[in-house]
Protein backbone atom coordinates (compact mmCIF):
# COMPACT_ATOMS: atom_id res chain seq x y z
CA UNK A 1 0.00 0.00 0.00
CA UNK A 2 2.94 2.40 0.77
CA UNK A 3 4.69 2.16 -2.45
CA UNK A 4 1.62 2.61 -4.07
CA UNK A 5 0.66 5.79 -2.26
CA UNK A 6 4.39 7.01 -3.04
CA UNK A 7 3.37 6.44 -6.74
CA UNK A 8 0.49 8.26 -6.82
CA UNK A 9 2.34 11.09 -4.94
CA UNK A 10 5.16 11.40 -7.25
CA UNK A 11 2.82 10.52 -10.42
CA UNK A 12 0.64 13.98 -9.09
CA UNK A 13 3.78 16.33 -8.33
CA UNK A 14 4.95 15.74 -11.81
CA UNK A 15 1.44 16.47 -13.14
CA UNK A 16 1.40 19.64 -11.34
CA UNK A 17 5.02 20.66 -12.12
CA UNK A 18 4.72 20.29 -15.80
CA UNK A 19 1.28 22.05 -15.37
CA UNK A 20 3.07 25.44 -13.16
CA UNK A 21 4.06 28.08 -15.43
CA UNK A 22 7.48 28.72 -16.57
CA UNK A 23 9.96 31.23 -14.27
CA UNK A 24 10.65 34.50 -15.45
CA UNK A 25 14.04 36.37 -14.47
CA UNK A 26 13.88 39.46 -13.23
CA UNK A 27 17.12 40.44 -13.22
CA UNK A 28 20.34 38.54 -12.19
CA UNK A 29 22.62 40.60 -9.82
CA UNK A 30 25.38 38.94 -7.58
CA UNK A 31 25.46 40.98 -3.79
CA UNK A 32 27.81 40.98 -1.73
CA UNK A 33 31.41 40.96 0.15
CA UNK A 34 34.94 38.38 -0.99
CA UNK A 35 33.79 35.89 1.58
CA UNK A 36 31.11 34.23 2.05
CA UNK A 37 27.58 35.95 1.95
CA UNK A 38 24.93 34.05 1.73
CA UNK A 39 21.23 34.78 0.91
CA UNK A 40 18.59 32.95 2.90
CA UNK A 41 15.18 34.80 2.65
CA UNK A 42 13.66 37.24 0.21
CA UNK A 43 10.13 39.36 -0.06
CA UNK A 44 8.81 41.07 -2.88
CA UNK A 45 7.52 44.45 -0.33
CA UNK A 46 4.66 46.18 -1.90
CA UNK A 47 6.27 49.21 -3.21
CA UNK A 48 8.09 46.41 -5.96
CA UNK A 49 11.41 46.75 -3.62
CA UNK A 50 12.62 43.28 -2.12
CA UNK A 51 13.88 42.74 0.86
CA UNK A 52 16.74 40.33 1.43
CA UNK A 53 18.06 38.77 4.63
CA UNK A 54 21.10 36.41 5.58
CA UNK A 55 24.37 35.85 6.66
CA UNK A 56 28.02 37.07 6.07
CA UNK A 57 31.51 36.62 6.97
CA UNK A 58 32.59 39.02 4.26
CA UNK A 59 34.23 42.49 5.92
CA UNK A 60 34.00 46.11 3.95
CA UNK A 61 34.43 44.56 -0.29
CA UNK A 62 32.42 44.16 -3.17
CA UNK A 63 29.00 46.42 -2.44
CA UNK A 64 28.75 45.03 1.45
CA UNK A 65 29.17 48.51 3.04
CA UNK A 66 29.78 47.57 6.64
CA UNK A 67 32.24 45.39 8.60
CA UNK A 68 31.43 42.23 10.72
CA UNK A 69 30.98 43.10 14.47
CA UNK A 70 33.36 39.88 15.10
CA UNK A 71 36.24 39.28 13.12
CA UNK A 72 37.31 36.03 14.10
CA UNK A 73 37.66 34.06 10.91
CA UNK A 74 34.27 32.38 9.58
CA UNK A 75 32.59 34.74 12.47
CA UNK A 76 28.99 34.96 10.73
CA UNK A 77 26.53 38.50 10.96
CA UNK A 78 23.16 38.70 9.76
CA UNK A 79 23.19 40.37 6.91
CA UNK A 80 20.21 42.44 5.35
CA UNK A 81 19.83 44.39 2.22
CA UNK A 82 17.30 46.22 -0.25
CA UNK A 83 17.13 45.99 -3.78
CA UNK A 84 15.10 48.58 -6.64
CA UNK A 85 12.62 46.71 -8.47
CA UNK A 86 15.32 46.10 -10.93
CA UNK A 87 17.81 44.96 -9.22
CA UNK A 88 20.46 47.13 -7.33
CA UNK A 89 20.85 47.62 -4.03
CA UNK A 90 19.40 50.37 -2.49
CA UNK A 91 20.84 49.69 1.02
CA UNK A 92 22.46 47.35 3.50
CA UNK A 93 22.84 46.50 7.06
CA UNK A 94 24.89 44.40 9.29
CA UNK A 95 23.95 42.74 12.73
CA UNK A 96 25.76 41.28 14.88
CA UNK A 97 27.84 40.60 18.38
CA UNK A 98 31.02 38.79 19.10
CA UNK A 99 30.46 35.24 17.92
CA UNK A 100 28.62 34.01 15.42
CA UNK A 101 24.37 34.79 14.89
Known amino acids: MKKYLLLLFLCQSTILHAQSPPFDKLWDIRFGGTL??????FEQLPDSTFFL????????????TEDNR????NSSDFWILKAAANGPKLWDKTYG????E
Open 53 to 64: AGSSISGISGDK
Open 36 to 41: DDIITG
Open 70 to 73: DTSY
Open 97 to 100: GTGS
